[in-house]
Nanobody, 125 residues
Framework: VQLQASGGGLVQAGGSLRLSCAAS????????MAWFRQAPGKEREFVAG????????YYGESVKGRFTISRDNAKNTVYLQMSSLKPEDTAIYYC???????????????????WGQGTQVTVSS
């Protein structure tokens, strides 16, 4: 599966952005889609994940209550709605797909075999 992330940009603290991840290729109901982010000098961090079949979600602690992940299966697209953005949210955001049929939202980057190219999100204070 190929992934294309978009929607990043520059926003002031407290603002909102919506990221999109369009998937092409074979998408199965057993797949899990997720967003990760990586700031300069830091490890790649799990942000949010969603199961393609029933839409179960799971969030990283730092974004709970502020970010919402959703999917549109008809469009093969996953979204990340980000609100109440903080300067520490600044990072390159990547979408990823776990096609191992584990049906579990896993938080480790190595569980995801397909990655998009990343989109930069910059939050100014």
């Amino acid at each position: 599966v190929q992934l294309q992330a978009s929607g990043g940009g520059l926003v002031q603290a407290g603002g909102s952005l919506r990221l999109s991840c369009a998937a092409s290729g074979r998408i199965f109901s057993s797949d899990v889609m997720a967003w990760f982010r990586q700031a300069p000098g830091k490890e790649r961090e799990f942000v949010a994940g969603i199961t393609v079949n029933v839409g179960s979600t799971y969030y990283g602690e730092s974004v709970k209550g502020r970010f919402t992940i959703s999917r549109d299966n008809a469009k093969n697209t996953v979204y990340l709605q980000m609100s109440s953005l903080k300067p520490e949210d600044t990072a390159i955001y990547y979408c990823a797909a776990d096609t191992s049929r584990a049906l579990t939202i896993r938080t480790g980057p190595r569980s995801y075999g397909s990655w998009g190219q990343g989109t930069q999100v910059t939050v100014s204070s």
